[in-house]
């Protein structure tokens, strides 16, 4: 009896390492096909695979396309550490195949959140993430910088709710190494540990951490690596033309500012992104939510239409702590409620999946993208006569 109790309580975790696989298979498959077919929707793809290819050659994320170090643009030294991948197969392919096992592993952090207390929810949480329309337009954009930091933003959380700080500490390191604007998602967690868990020594060190952070970057870093200025500055131009200068008229003009952030846009792309977590539920876990606020605002108030329509690949760091929030809203709820809540989840899902997913049968996929013909293959042919 305690043998059987034991293998069904073991049945949600080997179910959702079987998801986490048929999740990896499935879009590492699509990944390639897009590959083989010319059809990537990000063409960044060579620059990061030439600065690794240098890095192992003793220049450090170095491309000659910009002809300088990709982190002229934004700062991610932790690309570095991906390098060694090409050592076992020198194919770009290997990157999307590292991409893709993060994204998974960002489920399976989400699921280890309320394993302990509601296993079955767990999993359903855990499919929800893997079947959100949102993930599989992040996943379908070849290979991104930022995409790399969901496995460490919800370890952060994790940390943050588990209560282990250590662990949340580390998980914050590892993001921050990814990309500078996460330092705000910092910031906002040490604003939670001061207000939420009472914590005055670790939340004014991490608040202090991910603004200094992300202050430094802008200003002196990122600028100084670069030989001028922050180059993504231009994505708010409508605002301004220095940092200083934006962030004066947002906040002399609060009104024009929320105007900015939800208009027609706007509004829909929150609609777009709630809808699949059954619109409400993450309100139910407020403090966790808090967390995305600074990048849904930054994303939100950006003249760059793809970024305020958080289309792309904009809402990868993003999905963590929306689902962290859906995960602590699950555990909060009474048993009954929460039951009724993840069937709500699910069809929610669903519903957003047929209207906007990318994926297979999904309202946006496009099978073009994943057809390789006979001139393709005959494409391929010929650049494998060009010299290394």
Not at 182 to 210: C, E, Y
């Amino acid at each position: 009896m305690i043998q059987q109790l034991r293998q069904n309580e073991r049945l949600p975790r080997r179910l959702a390492i079987g998801l986490a696989l048929v999740f990896a298979a499935i879009f590492l498959y699509l990944n390639t096909r897009q590959y083989l077919s010319f059809s990537l929707q990000a063409p960044d793809i060579d620059r990061f695979n030439q600065a690794l290819w240098n890095t192992l050659r003793g220049r450090f994320l170095f491309s000659t396309i910009p002809d300088k170090s990709i982190l002229a643009y934004h700062f991610s030294p932790y690309m570095a550490l991906l390098s060694p991948l090409l050592l076992l197969w020198s194919d770009v392919r290997i990157l999307f195949a590292a991409q893709i096992v993060g994204i998974a592993a960002t489920g399976l952090i989400l699921f280890k959140m309320i394993e302990d207390k509601r296993p079955w929810l767990a999993l359903i949480l855990l499919l929800a993430f893997y079947l959100n329309a949102s993930l599989h337009q992040v996943t379908l954009l070849e290979f991104r910088r930022v995409t790399l930091a969901m496995p460490f933003i919800a370890l952060a959380v994790y940390g943050l709710v588990k209560d282990k700080r250590w662990l949340m500490l580390l998980g914050i390191i590892l993001a921050l190494l990814v990309k500078e604007d996460l330092g705000l998602l910092v910031a906002a967690m040490g604003i939670v540990l001061l207000v939420v868990k009472r914590d005055w020594k670790w939340g004014l060190a991490v608040t202090v951490l991910g603004l200094a952070w992300t202050v430094a970057m802008v200003a002196w870093v990122l600028p100084a690596i670069r030989g001028g200025f922050y180059d993504q500055i231009g994505y708010f131009s409508g605002w301004g033309s220095s940092p200083q200068e934006i962030a004066g008229n947002i906040l002399a003009n609060p009104g024009a500012a929320f105007g900015a952030m939800f208009d027609g846009d706007g509004l829909a792309a929150l609609g777009r992104t709630f809808l699949p977590l059954g619109l409400l539920l993450p309100f139910l876990a407020p403090e966790i939510l808090l967390i995305s606020a600074p990048l849904f605002a930054l994303y939100l108030l950006s003249s760059e239409p793809e970024m305020h329509q958080l289309e792309r690949w904009y809402l990868a760091p993003l999905l963590p702590i929306l689902f962290a929030a859906l995960a602590v809203a699950l555990v909060r709820l009474p048993r009954r409620y929460a039951s009724w809540a993840a069937v709500a989840l699910l069809l929610a899902t669903a519903i957003a999946y047929i209207l906007y997913s990318p994926g297979p049968f999904g309202g946006r996929f496009e099978p073009w993208r994943y057809q390789v013909t006979e001139r393709h293959l005959s494409a391929w042919q010929v650049l494998e006569t060009v010299p290394d």
